[in-house]
């Protein structure tokens, strides 16, 4: 084959190629606002992990869930200053300290706090295999109402649905966390614990929405 033939030939498998792949959902932007996790918040996180899923790793493999989640706060520095220390949690008094992989601001900007390689601790039942989202403010409707944060909250729970393959189904919010098929805990007394926010009656609209965006 002479090299013109070959750069004919190469270009048409490309073309092929380019023309059979799927469009990839489109990364929204993403600002890397990295809390601490060193050695201590990763070693008290592989022991959260033995205790309550009998996993013996701070490493979050191949997520199956995206959690919505309200910080219950008003502003993006003071839900970043809750996430950010390696304390006890006032509600059930555990280590390593609460967390989240994203906060989305009032703005609609997202910000990234800890790397999709680590678990974090956001969701009772589901840390083991879950990515965190948190939405500052007080109010469901309140995101669903605003253009940016609405749009930001789609397009970032969209692209990682796609990356990850998670059904649509396993985008659940904090208050349907006992439902979802991969609920696992295995200290009783926190097996029936969730929270109150983004039930199903204010998941039922998102997940409509997002069923809109391809991948
Ligand atoms: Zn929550």
Redo the contacts with the bound molecule.
């Keep these: 084959m002479t090299a013109g033939a070959l750069t004919e030939l190469v270009a048409t498998v490309l073309a092929a190629a380019a023309v059979g792949a799927p469009a990839a959902a489109e990364r929204p932007p993403v600002k890397w606002d990295a809390i601490p996790y060193g050695t201590a918040r990763r070693s008290d996180m592989r022991a959260y992990a033995r205790r309550h899923y009998g996993i013996d790793s701070y490493r979050l493999a191949q997520p199956k869930v995206i959690v919505q ?2 910080t219950e706060g008003s502003s993006y520095s003071s839900a970043w200053g809750i996430f950010a220390p390696n304390v006890r949690d006032g509600e059930l008094g555990e280590l390593p300290g609460v967390c989240s992989h994203f906060i989305i601001d009032p703005g609609g900007r997202i910000h990234q706090l800890v790397p999709l390689s680590l678990m974090c601790r ?2 009772v039942g589901l840390n083991y295999t879950s990515i965190g989202i948190e939405h500052v403010g007080f109010s469901e409707a309140g995101v669903m109402a605003s253009t940016r944060m609405r749009q930001a909250s789609l397009r970032l729970t969209n692209w990682l649905r796609c990356r990850y393959d998670i059904s649509l189904s396993n985008v659940i919010g ?1 208050n349907e966390n006992l439902r979802s098929p991969y609920h696992r805990e295995r200290v009783g007394r926190l097996r029936t614990q969730t ?1 109150s ?1 983004w039930p199903t009656a204010k998941m039922r609209p998102y997940r409509a929405a997002l069923r809109k965006l391809t991948c």
């Design positions: 989640h309200m956001h969701t904090h929270h926010d």
